[in-house]
Nanobody
């Protein structure tokens, strides 16, 4: 059974940084696309970044390009999201997701595995 477990969320002041982790288990993720999304209250789930597990190729949403960085540790089957220069508008629940296909997938329906989410709150 595939499991994605996020951690690393919390409360941070504007301008600060956080690193989220997504521990993946249950299958080999080679050939998968890993993604990070977020959802703020009363807003739709927003795509942030996607990465091909096979070679680390990435695609970022403009809203986080230059501030957020996705990476992976294949030995630990873990994906990370380093978030710098955080703003109050980054406040949301952050989700890790996985698609069994490789591609640039911006829509949440392209991902079939999801974590439970981790709350990130940025104070002004």
């Amino acid at each position: 059974q595939v499991q994605l477990v996020e951690s690393g969320g919390g409360l941070v002041q504007a301008g600060g940084s956080l690193r989220l982790s997504c521990a993946a288990s249950g299958r080999t993720f080679r050939g998968h696309t890993m993604g990070w999304f977020r959802q703020a209250p009363e807003k739709e789930r927003e795509f942030l970044v996607a990465m091909w597990w096979s070679n680390g190729s990435t695609y970022y949403a403009n809203s986080v390009k230059g501030r957020f960085t996705i990476s992976r540790d294949a030995a630990k089957n873990t994906v990370y999201l380093q978030m710098n220069s955080l703003k109050p508008e980054d406040t949301a629940v952050y989700y890790c997701a996985a698609s069994p296909r490789q591609g640039v997938f911006l829509a949440s329906y392209e991902y079939i595995y999801w974590g439970q989410g981790t709350q990130v709150t940025v104070s002004s």
